[in-house]
């Protein structure tokens, strides 16, 4: 299984970016994609989780500004990012879970500046 990530960069604060997130390969039934996100010096962190019955699952921190969404027939997974904070800073990472394991992706890195 690939993932594939695309969509971060530079963004000013209280700017919008969107990520995505393609998987391909080995892929059966897939029950949830998400991102995570780890800040330097910090643990990796879960941002938005969606299910396979269309449950969403956000950090408290992101509620109100960040949206996941999914697209099943093309086994993708976006992030619009809205209002971003010096403190969304970090690499984003994508994540699917189905039968057989958990996957990651390679990392996007999310810089907001002040």
């Known amino acids: 299984v690939q993932l594939v990530e695309s969509g971060g960069g530079l963004v000013q604060s209280g700017g919008s970016l969107r990520l995505s997130c393609t998987a391909s390969?080995?892929?059966?039934?897939?029950?949830?994609m998400g991102w995570y996100r780890q800040a330097p010096g910090k643990q990796r962190d879960l941002v938005a989780r969606?299910?396979?019955?269309?449950?969403?699952t956000y950090a408290d921190s992101v509620k109100g500004r960040f949206t996941i969404s999914r697209d099943n027939a093309k086994n993708t997974v976006y992030l619009q990012m809205n209002s971003l904070e010096p403190e969304d800073t970090a690499v984003y990472y994508c994540?699917?879970?189905?039968?057989?394991?958990?996957?990651w992706g390679q990392g996007t890195r999310v810089t907001v500046s002040a």
């Open positions: 994540n699917i879970l189905q039968l057989g394991g958990v996957y």
């Open positions: 390969g080995s892929i059966f039934s897939i029950t949830a």
């Open positions: 969606v299910f396979k019955n269309g449950s969403i």
